[in-house]
T-cell receptor
Framework: DGGITQSPKYLFRKEGQNVTLSCEQNLNHDAMYWYRQDPGQGLRLIYYSQIVNDFQKGDIAEGYSVSREKKESFPLTVTSAQKNPTAFYLC????????????FGPGTRLLVL | AQSVTQLGSHVSVSEGALVLLRCNYSSSVPPYLFWYVQYPNQGLQLLLKYTTGATLVKGINGFEAEFKKSETSFHLTKPSAHMSDAAEYFCAVSLWGGGFKTIFGAGTRLFVKA
């Protein structure tokens, strides 16, 4: 079955620690996205990538970093510079250049110890 | 600037009653419009979308939405609520700007009472 997987489902971060959230898709989509979801605020775009080896900052990129070395993978690193990382993180993908549905993964909940 | 406003962070209906979730947008160009549903601790799933053509759009699970340009609205309805409809619903606008950018509303949580 085609889809998007995110791991882990829950992640705990200690002070000063960088953590990496995994996102993999086998839909052959060119575009991938990372969103942060906080209660009552909807989804906010962190980073997006339209093609391999290229990515753009979204609305709230500070304290986060990404890479796009493979079409199917778009990992997100939450760095120690992100002072309020507790949130639900959603990865999505879509066909580049079309008005399209975004397909979402099941999410990773990040908690700070 | 483009924006999406969902009226009511929480909506409660009785089972079998009409569901109406409101969404208004602001955009300088005709947008593409979406409704997504999210069940607890899960990702979002597309309910329906409007791109062009017929302004009344039918989606999954008996939901539909009507694009009203004059009112800049895209309200979601379902004639008869079911307990399984309890979830959070997001309205979204997709606009072209060197690539499509999607803006999500803050979400409306739907409660269904037995």
């Amino acid at each position: 079955d085609g889809g998007i997987t995110q791991s882990p489902k829950y992640l705990f971060r200690k002070e000063g620690q960088n953590v990496t959230l995994s996102c993999e898709q086998n839909l052959n989509h060119d575009a991938m996205y990372w969103y942060r979801q906080d209660p009552g605020q909807g989804l906010r775009l962190i980073y997006y990538s339209q093609i391999v080896n290229d990515f753009q900052k979204g609305d709230i990129a500070e304290g986060y970093s990404v890479s796009r070395e493979k079409k199917e993978s778009f990992p997100l690193t939450v760095t120690s510079a992100q002072k309020n990382p507790t949130a639900f993180y959603l990865c999505a993908s879509s066909i580049r250049g079309k008005v399209e549905t975004q397909y979402f993964g099941p999410g990773t909940r990040l908690l700070v110890l | 600037a483009q924006s999406v406003t969902q009226l009511g962070s929480h909506v409660s209906v009785s089972e079998g009653a009409l569901v109406l979730l409101r969404c208004n947008y602001s955009s300088s160009v005709p947008p593409y419009l979406f409704w997504y549903v999210q069940y607890p601790n899960q990702g979002l799933q597309l309910l329906l979308k409007y791109t062009t053509g017929a302004t009344l759009v039918k989606g999954i699970n008996g939901f539909e939405a009507e694009f009203k340009k004059s009112e800049t609205s895209f309200h979601l309805t379902k004639p008869s609520a079911h307990m399984s409809d309890a979830a959070e619903y997001f309205c979204a606008v997709s606009l072209w700007g060197g690539g499509f950018k999607t803006i999500f509303g803050a979400g409306t949580r739907l409660f269904v009472k037995a």
